[in-house]
């Protein structure tokens, strides 16, 4: 009887808390934030002005970092992006962005505005936190605000879009020399955007730091908060520059290595000593022997006779080019890996020159 009762009590509760859920299923505004942006006391403006301010006096913005024992500054940034269509934020709002996502503990990089969820079917939890960004007309003075949300504060998160991962390039290297703020903001934004490593020095960081917070706060006695944008645009042109020169570097470097291809293939491999031809297989391993010491020069000499010459390998042999045949194996040494071998001349490329489009003579 008792057992009975216990468990009519129990489907009772159960039936509750169904009907009770169900009432809040209908009533969204019991489970969503009610996306209403209300004008804060002070403007957005000088509300990330402030922000920054504190970021740099704390010297915890993103874009700062610690130094290594060399004085070297090594950073990896990732950028915060749009949690529907997958583009990260630019300029300014990058920046506010990524200060804001680490003081909120630095676990999402995605972000999305109310509006935007529900297009998809989805929502944003009660009680969560959003992040108010700005888009800034500096012409007609006009201001839009949107309030961003982490994506984990969305439910229903597998109703979202799924975006491609991020760029990650960590060979990618933005080296950075300038201390005015719209430089060295507009370099690591490219960095951000590459998911590249951007590289600086504490001297080059601590001027930078301290000219930016210099700027703001006379911008904030000024009371022009809009400034914070301008720097943003500026920096914003620098970053797409920036890429734009290193897009043409990687084009170049491409076809550098195309043409060094083209230039070792050119030149059968063969032994001095003995005249034979390397071909076929043999042929591709030491076309890549000869790419692995950086070499053009095609002659391979084989050990032993390396050795009854009395001549001596080099101490940055990489490594040496092995014909099997018949179960014995035999190791040739390209000639430029030997010590006491006359260079020869060769028509190939200078890598000096990336942009030549005409062979020069390289003395291997």
């Given at each position: 009887?008792?057992?009975?009762?216990?468990?009519?009590?129990?489907?009772?509760?159960?039936?509750?808390?169904?009907?009770?859920?169900?009432?809040?299923?209908?009533?969204?505004?019991?489970?969503?934030?009610?996306?209403?942006?209300?004008?804060?006391?002070?403007?957005?403006?000088?509300?990330?002005?402030?922000?920054?301010l504190a970021s740099l006096k704390s010297s915890s913005?993103?874009?700062?970092?610690?130094?290594?024992?060399?004085?070297?500054?090594?950073?990896?940034?990732?950028?915060?992006?749009?949690?529907?269509?997958?583009?990260?934020?630019?300029?300014?709002?990058?920046?506010?962005?990524?200060?804001?996502?680490?003081?909120?503990?630095?676990?999402?990089?995605?972000?999305?505005?109310?509006?935007?969820?529900?297009?998809?079917?989805?929502?944003?939890?009660?009680?969560?936190?959003?992040?108010?960004?700005?888009?800034?007309?500096?012409?007609?003075?006009?201001?839009?605000?949107?309030?961003?949300?982490?994506?984990?504060?969305?439910?229903?998160?597998?109703?979202?879009?799924?975006?491609?991962?991020?760029?990650?390039?960590?060979?990618?290297?933005?080296?950075?020399?300038?201390?005015?703020?719209?430089?060295?903001?507009?370099?690591?934004?490219?960095?951000?955007?590459?998911?590249?490593?951007?590289?600086?020095?504490?001297?080059?960081?601590?001027?930078?730091?301290?000219?930016?917070?210099?700027?703001?706060?006379?911008?904030?006695?000024?009371?022009?908060?809009?400034?914070?944008?301008?720097?943003?645009?500026?920096?914003?042109?620098?970053?797409?520059?920036?890429?734009?020169?290193?897009?043409?570097?990687?084009?170049?470097?491409?076809?550098?290595?195309?043409?060094?291809?083209?230039?070792?293939?050119?030149?059968?491999?063969?032994?001095?000593?003995?005249?034979?031809?390397?071909?076929?297989?043999?042929?591709?391993?030491?076309?890549?022997?000869?790419?692995?010491?950086?070499?053009?020069?095609?002659?391979?000499?084989?050990?032993?006779?390396?050795?009854?010459?009395?001549?001596?390998?080099?101490?940055?042999?990489?490594?040496?080019?092995?014909?099997?045949?018949?179960?014995?194996?035999?190791?040739?040494?390209?000639?430029?890996?030997?010590?006491?071998?006359?260079?020869?001349?060769?028509?190939?490329?200078?890598?000096?020159?990336?942009?030549?489009?005409?062979?020069?003579?390289?003395?291997?």
């Open positions: 009887m008792e057992q009975g009762n216990y468990l009519f009590n129990k489907a009772l509760a159960e039936r509750e808390r169904y009907l009770e859920i169900q009432k809040d299923l209908k009533n969204p505004q019991q489970t969503e934030v009610k996306e209403a942006i209300e004008e804060p006391k002070k403007s957005y403006n000088q509300l990330h002005t402030e922000r920054i913005a993103p874009f700062l970092g610690q130094p290594a024992k060399n004085a070297s500054i090594t950073l990896v940034p990732q950028a915060i992006r749009s949690a529907e269509t997958g583009r990260a934020f630019r300029g300014m709002n990058q920046i506010i962005a990524q200060i804001m996502t680490q003081e909120a503990g630095g676990k999402d990089y995605e972000l999305i505005t109310y509006e935007q969820a529900k297009r998809h079917g989805a929502g944003i939890k009660k009680g969560s936190v959003g992040i108010n960004l700005t888009t800034f007309d500096v012409a007609t003075k006009h201001q839009n605000v949107y309030r961003y949300y982490p994506k984990s504060s969305v439910y229903n998160q597998e109703k979202l879009p799924k975006l491609p991962e991020q760029n990650k390039n960590p060979e990618i290297i933005v080296e950075c020399n300038e201390t005015t703020p719209d430089k060295y903001l507009g370099k690591y934004l490219a960095a951000t955007s590459l998911g590249a490593r951007f590289e600086t020095t504490k001297d080059t960081m601590e001027a930078f730091q301290k000219n930016l917070e210099e700027d703001l706060k006379r911008s904030y006695d000024e009371k022009c908060y809009t400034r914070i944008f301008e720097l943003g645009n500026k920096a914003s042109v620098i970053c797409q520059n920036t890429m734009s020169e290193i897009g043409q570097q990687a084009r170049d470097g491409e076809k550098i290595r195309q043409k060094v291809s083209e230039s070792r293939s050119r030149y059968e491999p063969y032994n001095p000593v003995t005249g034979e031809k390397f071909v076929g297989l043999a042929a591709k391993k030491a076309q890549h022997v000869m790419g692995m010491s950086n070499s053009h020069d095609p002659r391979f000499l084989e050990l032993s006779d390396i050795l009854k010459a009395g001549l001596k390998l080099k101490e940055a042999v990489k490594e040496p080019l092995v014909i099997s045949d018949n179960g014995k194996s035999r190791f040739f040494y390209n000639a430029k890996d030997v010590e006491g071998v006359p260079p020869i001349k060769i028509k190939t490329i200078s890598l000096s020159q990336q942009r030549s489009k005409t062979d020069a003579e390289l003395q291997l």
